[in-house]
């Protein structure tokens, strides 16, 4: 998997980050981690989810043409991150939100399940949208209630920040060197 770059994906102060984006900071926001027109990417689930949970208080964001460089932004300015794909790797969105401590619902594909461990404020969902949307109030009141997970800490310690990733990469070209050495 890629790692994730601790210096650009942090914690950052949510209301800060809402007020930088324009969002309104009285409201609860909710940010689908992917642009809406990638098939894989399940948007009408995404939506069907949202609609359920009938709060007008509640806006559902989508990643359209943001600039990578902008993604730290919107991942810290989300009180959840949800991501509805129909099969995923390793996404990199995820380690991102939970790199910035974010509350994040997403459906079990991919290392999904073994990226979220058993840390609280990451909620694994079926591909029902009364599950996602049941899963998105628990993850609401994680976030008013806790605020921020562990993310960062659980992805530091399964090795997935860049710089582990870029060292476990560069041992193996070092042992490929070496065997090529001997022949």
């Keep these: 998997p890629n790692g994730v770059d ?76 949800l991501l509805t794909s129909l099969w995923e790797g390793s996404p990199n969105v995820i380690k991102e939100a939970m790199i910035c401590n974010r509350p994040v619902v997403a459906t079990d594909v991919g290392d999904i399940a073994w990226l979220f461990g058993n840390e609280p404020g990451h909620f694994l969902t079926s591909f029902d949208y009364e599950d996602v949307s049941n899963k ?15 993310g960062r800490k659980r992805i530091i310690k399964l090795g997935l920040d860049s710089a582990s990733v870029a060292k476990r990469i560069a041992e193996v070209y070092q042992q490929a060197l070496l065997k090529s050495s001997y022949k």
Excluded: M, S
Excluded at 136 to 145: G, H, N, P, S, T
């Design 6 to 81: 601790t210096d650009v994906f942090n914690p950052k102060d949510k209301i800060t980050c809402q007020r930088q984006l324009g969002w309104e900071v009285t409201k609860k926001h909710i940010l689908f981690a992917a642009h809406p027109a990638r098939h894989e990417k399940n948007y009408a689930l995404a939506e069907q989810a949202v609609a359920q949970l009938d709060n007008d208080n509640i806006n559902l964001h989508t990643l359209i043409d943001v600039p990578h460089e902008h993604i730290p932004l919107w991942l810290n300015a989300a009180d959840v991150v």
């Design 136 to 150: 998105l109030r628990l993850a609401l009141e994680f976030a008013e209630k806790v605020r921020q997970t562990n």
